[in-house]
């Protein structure tokens, strides 16, 4: 089974600023990574997701994340926000082999303030 | 555009009354998932159909049901709602099961019980 930790609920920044959101995982096995974002009152959307090769994976809106086997991350980052950015978003990780389903983090909320 | 529609977007049901939430896809993919998020937690899988094959996961309770008339419809039936289950339903839909099939989201219902 895989897991996901997503340690900060919360992340204040002020637009413009750079930021991280960080997420780590565990699995016994290799695993495809994901970071979705979720609008309020919205379903989930694709930002990137890590299947193989370059470990630095570029998404939509400008966010990019590094997959880090050693240290098993695979953190999300942004070098400016914008206030639309402000959203909830998720980390989440599947078994690249074999039948495996979604497993989500608890999610970080992205409060970007002018 | 290909699109996954949810409907009703917000759902009020009483105590008890059974619930029917619908998902309609225009992808035409084979994968159709129902997840139940409450607030502030991550989306919790409860099954879904690989076209015609139904996948329960073991602590979906029995209140919950669904069906899948056909590729492009789906639908999650709670027989008997609790207070518990107020929450927002996201339906999922993937082109195949496999890990690297990227899972396109519709906007949620969110469900209500008084």
């Known amino acids: 089974a895989q897991s996901v930790t997503q340690l900060d609920s919360q992340v204040p920044v002020f637009e413009e600023a750079p930021v991280e959101l960080r997420c780590n995982y565990s699995?016994?096995?290799?695993?495809?990574l994901f970071w979705y974002v979720q609008y309020p009152n919205q379903g989930l959307q694709l930002l990137l997701k890590y299947l193989s090769g370059s470990t630095l994976v570029k998404g939509i809106n400008g966010f990019e994340a590094e997959f880090n086997k050693s240290q098993t991350s695979f953190h999300l980052r942004k070098p400016s926000v914008h206030i639309s950015d402000t959203a909830e978003y998720f980390c989440a990780v599947i078994m690249n082999s074999g039948y495996s389903t979604l497993t989500f983090g608890k999610g970080t909320m992205l409060l970007v303030s002018p | 555009d290909a699109m996954v529609i949810q409907n009703p977007r917000y759902q009020v049901t009483q105590f008890g009354k059974p619930v029917t939430l619908s998902c309609s896809q225009t992808l035409n993919h084979n994968v159709m998932y129902w997840y139940q998020q409450k607030s502030s937690q991550a989306p919790k899988l409860l099954f879904h159909?690989?076209?015609?094959?139904?996948?329960n996961e073991a602590d979906t309770p029995d209140n919950f049901q669904s069906r899948r008339p056909n590729t492009s419809f789906c639908f999650l039936d709670i027989r008997s709602p609790g207070l518990g289950d107020a929450a927002m339903y996201l339906c999922a839909t993937s082109r195949d099961q496999g890990g690297t099939d990227t899972q396109y989201f519709g906007p949620g219902t969110r469900l209500t019980v008084l």
């Open positions: 159909y690989y076209d015609k094959d139904f996948n």
């Open positions: 699995s016994s096995v290799s695993v495809y």
